[in-house]
């Protein structure tokens, strides 16, 4: 993760708009397109990686990252294998601080030699994050639930995990929604949801769901097993997953979905392997129907080498009627050093969307 910052008005990379090859799922029928503005591009905190996000209820972006030192932290300075960080201020002007691990934080780390957070939720004042226990050479890792009472301050795991095993179901990512979890549609009221993929069979993804009051509780956890006449069904019992999106590209492990509140759509973000090679699709439901926003293999003129991670559109910083959002991103390797630069680091942009005549 190499810094740069930028700070214009638009400007789009040829590529970065090409037309999508071979995507999953139809076109949407609501968003047209998608155009970023690279030079509003700005990228901080090199060598950390991940950059999962959530909005609290102090108005006030959380994120974790990677093996790094965070914001004002290198590859090297400060550098833990989790750090927990708040992000204050609008996507122009934003600044980052270290509240648990990393160069200069104001807090320990929690996780100073093992753990990885590919997803984080603030509800009801709590900080939830699914954290890869690294107990085992990846993929084999075990899957738990940490919380933070004091934002992001101090840490407690749950005693219990989503076992490692080839074939096992392990969460990784948070359904996000507005500020503290706030503005959920009524019908998915009274529940967090949560994404995930088998190990080692990461060409799908799956659903689950538990009570927000029963959130440590292992045994209030239910999955999505399918559809009866549009009504979702669940179960306890894992083996009756039904995945909800795949794309037998793979390498589906670390989906984004998030709630667009003035198009009434879930966006779900997800890498198809490389930097370059971003999907976002929109969908009714958490869990589909999913249509095509945009299928990139050159997204950001970056290529196919090393590993696109996370990529979210948090809802702190969507413009009120929905069109202007602003993409946070995290991607890795040869090929994330093409292009835009955006190899091992924290990166923001600035996108635009362009609906349909019959859906404005």
Known sequence: MRILFAFTLFAALPSATAAPTSPPYPPSAVIENITWHWDTLRSEAPGSDLW???W????NLYAAWGDGGGFGGTDQDGRVALGFARIEGSPEHFTGSNINGGKNASNPAAFPKQGKCGGLLASDGILYAWINRQNSPWPDVDEGLAWSKDAAKTWENSSWVFPKGDGNFKPSTFLNCGKDYAGVPSRLEGFIYFYGVRQGQDTNVYLGRVPTD????RAAY??????SKNTPLWSTNL???HAIFTNSRGLCDLPTVIYHPALKRFLLTIFHKGPGQLGIFDAPQ???PWTTVAYYEQWGDMGAEGHGLTCSFPQKWMSPDGLTLWCVFAVYGDGAKQGIHAHDQFNLVKATLTLHRTAK
């Open 52 to 54: 999962p996000l959530t």
């Open 239 to 241: 083996d009756s997953l």
């Open 286 to 288: 958490p869990w589909g």
């Open 222 to 227: 239910e999955f999505f097993c399918g559809l």
């Open 56 to 59: 609290a209820n102090d108005n």
């Open 214 to 217: 029963r959130i440590h509780e």
